[in-house]
């Protein structure tokens, strides 16, 4: 490997650990978002079966029409549907099947602990050695990351959507019953 090789190659591991870390926080931030969205999500669930209790405003009873009883279960589904989605942020993204030991996957890369766990440190010590096999592995981490990080992103807006439309219909069911 001639000497330019040599620098782009740490160059390219150098951006890729950038880019990793960067990976990192907007994943981490997302965990957050969901985190506080989920508990403001279980909150209005808690305050809506509370409301539908004994001599609450929605119970069965206070249900009157067909509108107030279709308004009162999708604003109920849209809410419970919000909870398992911000729930499925925030569960972590462990991949177990594909990491186990018994496959292969876990030999070709050296980024997630998942698969760091397998190795032998001195074949770990000899594989960081090899860097252009790094930076394989690095680049396959990075596709996997910005994968769950999409799909916990979009999680986390579908969530946020549903709570606000699931709000809105109990909302509006509450105006009704009145």
Known sequence: ???????????????????????????????VKASIFLTLEAALLAAIINASGQDGRLTEDALETRLEHI????????????????????????RRWASRKGGTEW????????????WDPKDLKRELLDQPEALDSLSRQLVRMSEISWRKHSWAQFSMILAV??????????LLVQ
């Open 107 to 118: 030999k070709k890369n050296i980024v997630f602990f998942g698969h760091l766990r397998h």
């Open 1 to 31: 490997m001639s000497a330019k090789d040599e620098v782009d190659t740490d160059r390219a591991i150098n951006t890729a650990w950038s880019v990793h870390s960067a990976l990192g926080d907007w994943t981490g931030r997302v965990d």
């Open 165 to 174: 439309f699931g709000a809105g219909s109990i909302v509006w069911c509450l």
């Open 71 to 94: 308004t009162y279960w999708v604003g109920m589904s849209l809410i419970c549907a919000s909870i398992l989605l911000a729930a499925g942020v925030v569960t972590p993204q462990l």
